[in-house]
T-cell receptor, first 115, second 114 residues
């Protein structure tokens, strides 16, 4: 299993530009999560999907952020327009609801720098 | 409501000595509990999980954790630290019903000295 795949691994962009982060979850997993990690705020859940449907987007900072999951094997997180305070590492994770706990498997992250 | 508290933000040990990372949780019903590890500039990796089976859970790299309901604790231990264990460790609680969100602790940074 290839695990959760994220692209790009690094992104440097200028303020005001649109940024799109991509995620491919583990095959067979029905839940997908987007997180943001910074030194100041730690790990924050931005949004998560069950069966491609957004369930909770209360962590999305503002309207500049949007996420989609058009099918079970692909999701995007878009920031438009980007700002320097969006600089962070963005993680995607997936899980399969089971009889026990719902452990999540994380991708390697995308390090975003907005100048 | 569920929450998790990691009692130490930083722990420093010498190589070859035991490791103890402390975690307390709060849950209105029987939770599932996890420990994740994050090495510098890497993603989070699942170390071990408790899902209401055996209270002593063994994970990867020699780590284990014991679920103590009476103390609402899920401390992570390792008998002998290795330099490669230096990382950030997160204690995590998950509902066993309803939405499958994870509640993360603030993290404990483990330093291992020669």
């Amino acid at each position: 299993d290839a695990g959760v795949i994220q692209s790009p691994r690094h992104e440097v962009t200028e303020m005001g530009q649109e940024v799109t982060l991509r995620c491919k979850p583990i095959s067979g997993h029905n839940s997908l999560f987007w997180y943001r990690q910074t030194m100041m705020r730690g790990l924050e859940l931005l949004i998560y999907f069950n069966n491609n449907v957004p369930i909770d987007d209360s962590g999305m900072p503002e309207d500049r952020f949007s996420a989609k999951m058009p099918n079970a094997s692909f999701s995007t997180l878009k920031i438009q327009p980007s700002e320097p305070r969006d600089s962070a590492v963005y993680f995607c994770a997936s899980s399969q609801k089971g009889t026990g706990g719902y452990e999540q498997y994380f991708g390697p992250g995308t390090r975003l720098t907005v100048t | 409501a569920q929450s998790v508290t990691q009692l130490d933000s930083h722990v420093s040990v010498s190589e070859g000595t035991p490791v103890l990372l402390r975690c307390n949780y709060s849950s209105s019903y029987s939770p599932s509990l996890f420990w994740y590890v994050q090495h510098p500039n890497k993603g989070l990796q699942l170390l071990l999980k408790y899902t209401s089976a055996a209270t002593l859970v063994k994970g990867i790299n020699g780590f284990e954790a014991e679920f103590k309901k009476s103390e609402t604790s899920f401390h992570l231990t390792k008998p002998s630290a290795h330099m490669s264990d230096a990382a950030e460790y997160f204690c995590v609680v998950s509902p066993t019903r309803g939405y499958n969100k994870l509640i993360f602790g603030a993290g404990t940074r483990l330093a291992v000295h020669p």
